[in-house]
């Protein structure tokens, strides 16, 4: 309210308007108008914050998952700016991951998996303890190198007290064949 266009305020406003939807707390698309309008205020003041360009494609990656539609060139536009910036920055790293994941799901196009592998891997390695991992700990999966999974899977469990990493692991370990673990 001091200042309405502070760009941190309103990029995290806008997550956790994009939250309602991501965790399946609400199905009301307006919270996607929401953090599209918050973004909007934090527009030009916050072209040098990593995070801005982030929550961008996380709000258009949601928009187009509940539309069935695919903005892909806009993320790749998006996460470009955003990673001259900061070419490291784990969070820009896992969404980019999820948009070539989500190409994947579309498509079927193997070089969108290695893709969303090695940005899922960038992300992993600037924060190692992010639940967002678990994506990453998936995409090992489908690439059968499950033992690589179960440590991602691991790691988290140490770190996160999350029943999602715990049927993720064993999800992992029923592709391996482990039916008894």
């Known amino acids: 309210k001091k200042d309405p266009h502070f760009g941190p305020a309103l990029i995290g406003l806008a997550g956790c308007y994009t939250n309602y939807l991501n965790f399946g707390w609400e199905t009301d698309l307006q919270w996607l108008d929401k953090a599209e309008e918050v973004l909007s205020q934090a527009g030009p003041s916050s072209l040098d914050n990593p995070e801005y360009f982030r929550q961008r494609i996380e709000t258009l990656l949601l928009r187009d998952f509940f539309y069935g539609r695919d903005s892909f060139d806009a993320y790749l536009r998006l996460a470009e700016e955003g990673l001259d910036i900061n070419p ?7 969404i980019l991951g999820a948009c070539h994941l989500r190409r994947f799901e579309l498509y079927g196009r193997e070089s ?25 700990a998936q995409i090992l999966m489908m690439k059968r190198r499950f033992s690589e999974a179960l440590d991602v899977c691991g790691l988290l469990q140490r770190y996160l007290d999350s029943d999602f990493v715990t049927l993720q692991a064993a999800e992992i370990r029923y592709y391996q064949g482990d039916l008894e673990g």
């Open 88 to 94: 490291y920055h784990g969070g820009l790293n896992s």
């Open 112 to 136: 969108d998996l290695d893709e969303a592998l090695r940005l899922k891997y960038l992300a992993y390695l600037a924060d190692p303890y992010s639940i967002n991992n678990i994506v990453y």
